[in-house]
Nanobody
């Protein structure tokens, strides 16, 4: 299984921006799908965004549409999550995950997970 490492989290003020990176231990295959999920304080893990590596097709949860952008990084083992107009409700541990089901929003379709990176939105 591929190992994934998230980075880029931190503390940001409301309205600010952060870009998270997900780095895989090997080249991401064209059949792979990379997803971002998050776990807000006291809540369950929820879907944020996903990208199909082969063609860059993306899908987002409604609450982040127009604010977040998932993309393939500059190397063949990196996926980015650009987050803009952050608000306190975006505070969570963010996880990236690898799977092979295009457009999947349920974590059951992802077999490899990173350890997560904390994002805190607060003034």
């Amino acid at each position: 299984q591929v190992q994934l490492v998230e980075s880029g989290g931190g503390l940001v003020q409301p309205g600010g921006s952060l870009t998270l990176s997900c780095t895989a231990s090997r080249r991401i295959f064209s059949s792979n799908v990379i997803g971002w999920f998050r776990r807000p304080p006291g809540k369950g893990r929820e879907f944020v965004a996903t990208i199909a590596w082969r063609d860059g097709n993306t899908r987002y949860t409604d609450s982040v549409k127009g604010r977040f952008a998932i993309s393939r990084g500059s190397t063949d083992n990196t996926v980015l999550l650009e987050m803009n107009k952050l608000n306190p409700e975006d505070t969570a541990v963010y996880y990236c995950a690898a799977g092979s089901t295009r457009g999947a929003t349920d974590e059951m379709w992802y077999g490899s997970w990173g350890q997560g990176t904390q994002v805190t939105v607060s003034s």
